[in-house]
């Protein structure tokens, strides 16, 4: 699978995508903010970091960055995006997700190893899971608390949409402990913590995020 790797001002996980997507067995091409060529990748990662430095509000001025108008169009056809920590605020500025991040409950920047639950395996990213698998991956964010409605949680939940739940605590006020959702289809899934931090023995807590680039290279796309 050909996967592509955004890169915004600010972005600073960007490189670890690309190398994350290339140990899950699949080649990263690097696409650029200002381009509206997605160079026909299969897949898109929107990285982490603070894109345009969060100066307006996480994810909001990404959200209209040239490349989106490709992805947003493309994810509306069924190409799987994944959106890690600032890409999935951007996801959710784009309305391409439901809901919100919003600065963490105890206004402290948190960055730790973090226990997650495996929910929704079905996906293009997380079919590499077991149901309910539980794993250890990165976490790090100051604006990373998912908020909705009561009807949207509601509808995430009725529909099987929650992608991975916080286990053990909630480290950043995220109602009903949501880590990571998913549009209806599937393709578009918007994760808070880092699993590309989380590929490879050497570094990070193990190798538990993997399993979100490997689904990818399993996937055999119309």
Request: net charge negative.
């Amino acid at each position: 699978m050909r996967v592509g790797v955004v890169t915004f001002p600010g972005s600073l996980d960007d490189v670890d995508a690309r190398r994350a997507v290339t140990v899950g067995g699949n080649e990263a091409v690097a696409l650029w903010h200002g381009d509206d060529d997605l160079k026909g990748v299969d897949a898109v990662v929107l990285p982490g970091g603070f894109s345009y430095g969060d100066y307006l509000r996480c994810g909001a001025i990404s959200r209209f960055a040239p490349v989106m108008t490709p992805i947003i169009e493309a994810a509306g056809q069924g190409l799987p995006v994944l959106g890690i920590c600032n890409g999935f605020q951007i996801l959710c500025e784009s309305h391409l997700l439901p809901g919100a991040l919003i600065r963490n409950d105890h206004r402290k920047f948190v960055c730790r190893d973090q226990r997650l639950r495996i929910e929704r395996v079905d996906t293009p990213w997380t079919s590499s899971y077991a149901a309910g698998a539980e794993v250890t991956i990165v976490l790090k964010n100051g604006e990373g608390g998912f908020v909705a409605d009561e009807p949207t949680l509601d509808m995430l939940e009725g529909e099987g949409r929650v992608v991975a739940r916080y286990l053990d605590d909630n480290p950043n006020g995220s109602l009903r402990d949501i880590a990571g959702i998913s549009n209806e289809r599937g393709n578009v899934v918007g994760l808070m913590p880092h699993p590309e931090h989380a590929v490879e023995e050497l570094t990070g807590p193990g190798t538990d995020g993997l399993g979100f680039f490997t689904s990818l290279a399993a996937q055999v796309f119309v």
